[in-house]
Structures are given as structure tokens and as C-alpha cells.
């Protein structure tokens, strides 16, 4: 689940690389109309588009954070289709409910297809709670993907001091169940302060039920869990905080969980603050991190066993600004991101080394009057070679309408996967 509410830092070491516009292809704009001043009003398709995947038909599916702008709390959002020629099919769209608090989840996250061809994703607010959908542990759903057939399959918290958990962004493991990491809920020990330690659960697409296979507790197991990845054995590995940062190991056959701790090194003296890795080349994991009290990010390498941890450069300020999201292992063995802001501020996409991290390419077709919109997401690479990715904000309206965003594809000339 991804909510940008500040700017990061990332570098920026090679000159930009200059592309031709007509590589940038919009197949969707998110418009939304004027009200009583522009840039604000509802948007009945969404706005504020997220991370797409690609389903197993070939259409794409994505959800939008947002049902109207002009307010500084999330409110709403939907559940899209579009195909490769840009038609575009509002799938659901997240309702207020009584008093506004949106009883079945506000401002939806990511997406999986299912081993069913159902969709399942998760809101980061609503559920339970009030304060008009800005607070509740969000839900888990799932979804036809004509747009039917909508579940609540769990709604986060929504038991004492959140013993139930919360949720988060799911993987499929081989065992034909989800999975996912909550960094928050569950029984374990981590203080008055917190509401559990965070867990994994389980979601079971034959029968639609939620589980939680491990409370994680602080003293134990380590606490608070930045997500899971499939590791190459088709196990769940990731990333939890204990006396040190922890690699967690969860084998879903047995249920056992293996801890090993991660001496991060220390930039600038300062403790490194990883985020979640991706399986990258040669069965290594890959992953960002940052530094408390620093601007700036870089990528590191661990070895499923917790051998091998290497941090690459650390970039400041100096080098470039940005925000990456995500990391995306392409067809040419290199990894590329979206980065938010960018140098230009409106973001650029970011072509990285997996043997020195060093930057090999920038692109920026972003900017406050381009087509393509501002503040790329989380970017995909379909079979064809070509990323796919949306814009948080921006791109071309037509009179009455402002836009909200863009679902757009990109053709760097990169090999078919």
C-alpha cells in the first residue's frame, strides 16, 4: 500500500537520456469535473491512479486512490480494467457508507490476480472505525474481474487491540493460497504503545477465509513486517525489526518461521532503513533503503540464507531529487524504477545496475503540462518489452474536467521478456 505523503531523494549521476515523446503512449486519462474551483470536484472513474498488474487475459488492472479531490483526507477510490488499446471499465468504486465511514475500505492499495482469475486487494483506511474513513485497519477484498461478485473477505482490527491484524499487499505462493505481512496487529508482545507486533495471514481463494499463521512478537520473532516475497524455492521471505533488522524465513507447508538477524551497515554513521526486497538476479534479493535523518536512498543485496548483505552507494541530495517506488527486474537483467519526483520534480523512470547499483539511464517524459501527467507509480513490464505504469497527478482534460493521473506505456527498446 503506497500513500505518498512526502519526498525522498534519489540520485541522479548520468546525464538525462533524451526519448522521443512518441515513445510515451497515454491509453487513459483520469478526468474528473470542475466544481467551485478548478482542480477540485468529484471523479467518477477515480483519480490519483496506482500500480497496474497485467491479468492472465491480458488486460490491465488497477485501482485509483481517490473518488474527488479538494479535500485533505482520502476518500473513496475505485477498481479499473483497461485493455492495451485504452478501453477503460470501472470495476467498483469504494462508498462512503453511513456517517462517511466507508464501511468497506477507503483509498485501495494493490492488486493480485488469484489462482480462482479473481482479483484480491487491500485499502489502507475504512473497515472499522469512524473519523469519515480516515482511520479503521482498511480491508481485504476480492473481486470478479468483469467487475461482479465484490467480498470483504477481512476487515483489519476489527477485533480487540487488533488481535485479528491488519492487512497488506498479497503474493500467491505454490500451496495456491495468498499471502501477506501486517505490520501491525496480532498477540505479540510490543508495548502498550502498539497494537501487536504484525503478522502473517493467509487467504484461501477456494473457501475466501483469513488466517493469521504467525503473531510475530519483539522479543522472539522480531515485530512489524515490511511485507512478504517469494523467495526461489517458492517460500516467503522478508524483512521484520527486532534488536536488529531481521531476514524472516516462513516455509507455508509446516508453518515454521526462521529469524535471522541483518547488521545493517551504518552511512554517514547513521542506521540504514531498508524497505522490502524483490527477487532479483541469480536468486539474490534486492531491495532500497534509506538513512534515518538523511535524504536520499540507495539499493542493497542479501542472500535468502542472510549471507552476503552489500549495500550499494547512498545518495544525497547532491546527486539528484526523488522518491523511488518500487523496483522492477527487466528483460535486459537491470533493474528499473519510477521515481516520484526526479529531477525535474515531476518525476522520471531510472535504469539501475544489480552488480554496482549505479545509475545507467534516466528518463523523464514527466511534467506539470505533459500528456503522460506527473509522479509516476510503481512501473510493470509486459511480455512485449514495455513498461507500463500510471501518473499520480496531471495530463491532458478536456474543458469543464481537470486530470487526475494517467495509465500510460513506454517503449525504451528493451528485449520481449
Not at 88 to 100: E, Q, R, S, V
Not at 313 to 323: E, I, K, P, R, V
Not at 330 to 357: D, H, K, Q, R
Request: glycine residues 18%; charged residues 10%; contains cysteine.
Amino acid at each position: 500500500m503506497k500513500l505518498k505523503l512526502a519526498l525522498l531523494v534519489f540520485p541522479t549521476l548520468l546525464t538525462i537520456s533524451a526519448y522521443a515523446a512518441t515513445q510515451t503512449l497515454v491509453a487513459f486519462t483520469f478526468e474528473c469535473k470542475n466544481g467551485q474551483f478548478q482542480g477540485e470536484g468529484p471523479c467518477p472513474q477515480g483519480g490519483r491512479p496506482d500500480s497496474l498488474i497485467q491479468g492472465s487475459d491480458g488486460n490491465f488492472y488497477g485501482t485509483a486512490q481517490v473518488s474527488g479531490e479538494g479535500t485533505s483526507e482520502p476518500n473513496g477510490g475505485t477498481v479499473f480494467s483497461l485493455t492495451a488499446a485504452g478501453t477503460f471499465k470501472l470495476l467498483h468504486a469504494f462508498a462512503p457508507g453511513p456517517n462517511n465511514n466507508f464501511p468497506n475500505g477507503n483509498l485501495p492499495g494493490f492488486l493480485i490476480e488469484g489462482p480462482d482469475g479473481k482479483l484480491y486487494g487491500d485499502t489502507i483506511y475504512g473497515g472499522v472505525g469512524g473519523c469519515n474513513g480516515y482511520c479503521g485497519g482498511g480491508v481485504l477484498y476480492r473481486i470478479n474481474r468483469d467487475g461482479t461478485g465484490f467480498q470483504i473477505i477481512h476487515k483489519g482490527c476489527s477485533q480487540s487491540n487488533c488481535a485479528d491484524g491488519g492487512v497488506a499487499r498479497m503474493v500467491l505462493a505454490p500451496d495456491g493460497n495468498l499471502y501477506g505481512a501486517s505490520n501491525t496487529g496480532g498477540t505479540g508482545n510490543c508495548g502498550s504503545y502498539y497494537q501487536g507486533c504484525g503478522t502473517i495471514f493467509r487467504v484461501s481463494p477456494s473457501t475466501g477465509t483469513y488466517k493469521v499463521v504467525v503473531d510475530f512478537d519483539y522479543s522472539t520473532t522480531g515485530a512489524f513486517p515490511s511485507g512478504v516475497t517469494l523467495g526461489p524455492d517458492g517460500t516467503l521471505y522478508g524483512l521484520n525489526f527486532g534488536a536488529s533488522h531481521n531476514l524472516f524465513h516462513f516455509t507455508p507447508s509446516n508453518g515454521s518461521l526462521q529469524i535471522t538477524g541483518l547488521q545493517f551497515p551504518t552511512p554517514n554513521g547513521l542506521p540504514a532503513r531498508p524497505e522490502q526486497f524483490i527477487l532479483g538476479p541469480n536468486g539474490v534479493f534486492f531491495g532500497l533503503y534509506g538513512v534515518y535523518a538523511e535524504s536520499g536512498m540507495g539499493i542493497y543485496e542479501v542472500h535468502p540464507d542472510g549471507s552476503g548483505l552489500n549495500l550499494f552507494s547512498f545518495y544525497t541530495t547532491q546527486d539528484g531529487a526523488g522518491a523511488p517506488d518500487g523496483l522492477t527486474l527487466a528483460s535486459n537483467g537491470n533493474f528499473w524504477v519510477a521515481n516520484y519526483n526526479g529531477t525535474s520534480g515531476y518525476g522520471n523512470i531510472i535504469e539501475l545496475s544489480p552488480s554496482t547499483g549505479q545509475i545507467l539511464k534516466t528518463v523523464s517524459p514527466f511534467g506539470a503540462n505533459a500528456a503522460v501527467g506527473a509522479y509516476p507509480a510503481e512501473i510493470i513490464q509486459t511480455s512485449d518489452g514495455k513498461f507500463w505504469g500510471s501518473t499520480y497527478q496531471g495530463g491532458k482534460s478536456t474543458t469543464g474536467h481537470f486530470a487526475d493521473g494517467t495509465v500510460f506505456s513506454l517503449n525504451l527498446g528493451l528485449p520481449a521478456k
